[in-house]
């Protein structure tokens, strides 16, 4: 690495991007993607187990004043609130500060408020660490899909990220699970098995936390960011771990990128970036994240009362039905990933998304037409989610890459706050009374609806979606730190 000027703003030229990508799978790749990846496991449990307690949490005896509705309302608004809120402020802090600091911040935040939550005795006291879980949830997506897509080489990055965002979908089959087992009064008393979920959920931290902190700052941000020796550094040592772990040398990284580094960036640059240089590709993210919220909300939101309303399944059983449908989520980016390296980008985003918006409204029809079972309607809601769901964790893939670094947190934070936003926000006001009615018409049209904008999202990504598959993050969007021939 060379360089030139002074110390601040300095303009240096290296082979980093480069020599990251050319790197062979290794176990030190294995350690991002446990230190990184499974907190998504942590949030899908945190939301189904508070979503299949609630009832309990409302019971006489629970050791918490609190209504059912207050747990599904107002509680899970504030979960929402907090997760857009901490995405924003700790995706424009992960841009500034670095990946790694803010990762093990929100993890902190993530792990000291659900240790609060454990230990509720009143609502007010649930809401705001429910809203503080969230908080730090948030923040997680924004720090840890920038320094996963920066980290892993652009030969596996599609499937990489497709396979972490969707184990979100693990951590719900537990908490599905486990809610089970913690509503069991022959187990735990009434007040202290939903503690110990929240419980469970603190100690899964910990236990990421000491991974985690192994994982080391993106050398993409350190040397933007006028900490290029020490970014050298660390990607030789990578390099040599990685030669001692594979046998075999390393082939020379001929591609240099030439920068002029600069230590933050500010809001209106990179409002600037996203919507005005992009503006495509803007609308593209907002595509990509409002479908699969509203496809999500349509299926998932109602699929307890569904069941119970038209089924006649007992609502103790319910979580039983969401554990297979949480499954064949995850089986969806587990064996689709690939493909988004392969087949490319745009065939797969484009392909999942249309594809699982019609497979939802046929499974509308064979509703309404009352040809379903409740095990049929669930068989009908796995092959959707199956597609869906790679689809789903591909917007967060895409987001994360098609915008230049400096702003890659930020831009992941503001998509994500929007698509949240719709789904846990938008979703429940408009889904709540029509899959909760009880009228058959009712439910297909939520159905309907969330199959539209999922296939409305995938008509938007066979025109706009940036064919990224196995490309440096630096040629897909040139960095605004960029000099030369790179700009």
């Known amino acids: 690495m060379s360089g030139t000027g002074t110390a601040n703003g300095r303009t240096v030229t290296t082979r980093i991007p480069a020599r990251l990508d050319r790197l062979p799978w290794s176990r030190w790749h294995w350690m991002i993607v446990i230190g990184l990846g499974t907190v998504w496991i942590l949030d899908g449990l ?9 009832s309990r949490l409302s019971e006489d005896g629970s050791g ?20 857009c809120s901490g995405a924003l402020v700790f995706g424009w802090l992960t841009d500034r500060f670095g990946r790694k600091k803010l990762f093990l911040i929100t993890l902190a935040v993530y792990l000291a408020a659900t240790a609060l939550t454990a230990i509720s005795f009143s609502a007010w006291w649930f809401f705001l660490f429910r809203f503080l879980t969230g908080f730090g949830i948030g923040g997680e997506y924004a720090a840890i899909n920038s320094a996963i897509d920066e980290l892993i080489p652009s030969k ?16 719900a089959m537990a908490g599905s699970l486990l809610s089970v087992l913690a509503l069991n009064t022959d187990i735990f008393p009434k007040d202290i098995g939903w503690r110990l979920t929240f419980a469970l959920g603190v100690v899964l931290g910990l236990v990421i936390l000491l991974v985690r902190r192994h994982v080391p700052e993106s050398p993409r941000w350190m040397f933007i960011h006028g900490h290029d020796e020490a970014a050298e550094e660390l990607v030789e040592q990578v390099e040599q771990e990685v030669e001692k772990d594979t046998g075999r040398s390393l082939p020379p990284a001929e591609q240099e990128i030439t920068v002029r580094q600069r230590h933050s960036i500010g809001f209106g640059l990179i409002a600037r970036t996203v919507f005005r240089s992009y503006p495509k590709r803007a609308v593209l993210g907002l595509a990509l994240f409002i479908g699969q919220a509203f496809l999500y909300n349509a299926v998932t939101f109602g699929f307890g009362s569904i069941l119970v309303k038209f089924f006649d399944v007992s609502s103790g059983a319910t979580g039983y039905y969401f554990a297979v449908i949480a499954f064949c989520n995850f089986l969806g980016p587990l064996f689709l990933g690939k493909l988004f390296d392969t087949a490319g980008r745009k065939p797969m985003i484009a392909g999942t998304y249309i594809l699982s918006g019609l497979l939802l409204f046929g499974t509308a029809a064979l509703f309404g037409a009352g040809t379903l079972t409740a095990v049929t309607m669930t068989a009908c809601w796995c092959v959707v989610l199956f597609f869906a769901s790679a689809g789903a964790s591909s917007a967060y893939l895409t987001v994360s890459e098609i915008f230049p670094m400096e702003t890659r ?5 503001f998509f994500y706050a929007v698509g949240t936003a719709a789904g846990g926000i938008t979703g429940p006001l408009v889904f709540a009374d029509l899959t909760q009615s009880g009228v058959v018409g009712d439910t297909v049209v939520a159905f309907c609806i969330g199959a539209s904008l999922m296939v409305a999202g995938g008509l938007i990504a066979l025109f706009f979606a940036v064919s990224a598959e196995q490309k440096s993050l630096e040629s897909i969007a040139t960095p605004l730190s960029a000099q030369g021939d790179n700009a």
């Open 64 to 83: 918490l004043p609190i209504s059912d509705a207050q747990v599904t309302g107002i509680a899970a608004a504030l979960y929402v609130a907090g997760a």
């Open 46 to 54: 945190e939301v189904t187990v508070v979503g299949n307690i609630a």
């Open 156 to 171: 596996y990055r599609g499937r990489v990220d497709l396979i972490i965002n969707g184990s979100f979908w693990l951590g």
């Open 409 to 413: 947190a930020m831009a992941i934070a």
